[in-house]
């Protein structure tokens, strides 16, 4: 399984420049556009503020980099004022004991590592 961390990136400009409502409405649109981007059975979640959490159960390493090759390629959203997303990941095989709680750090401190950019 792999665990992605995404990132609004600029959500605070659009906060302070055009007000909450208009963060908010981002915050749907991405929302939205991520929805569209993953599977069915993978589980989306805000995670907080800006953030997101997608759990992609029988991903791995190859499914997660052709996940953002995919992205990269492709405008996700409904229109071309999306902000990029800041991206980390982590990933485990079957049979490890780590916890969701240890997924998500490995992932949000691979973001701030600078490891991927949608």
């Known amino acids: 399984m792999a665990l992605l961390f995404l990132d609004v990136d600029g959500l605070k400009a659009v906060n302070d420049e055009l007000g909450h409502v208009a963060g908010d409405r981002l915050l749907v649109e991405v ?6 981007r993953f599977r ?36 996700p959203g409904t229109t071309d004022e999306l902000p990029r ?21 490995e992932a949000d401190h691979a973001m701030y590592a600078g490891r991927g950019v949608l």
Do not use: H, N, Y
């Open 85 to 105: 997303l800041s991206l980390g990941s982590s990933i485990r095989q079957p049979g490890s004991s780590s916890s969701i709680e240890q997924l998500i750090d």
């Open 31 to 36: 929302a939205d556009a991520l929805q569209r």
């Open 40 to 75: 069915s059975e993978d589980q989306l979640a805000r995670w907080g503020g800006d953030e997101f959490c997608v759990l992609l159960d029988g991903a791995d390493g190859e499914g997660v980099e052709a996940i953002m090759a995919d992205w990269a390629k492709t405008d």
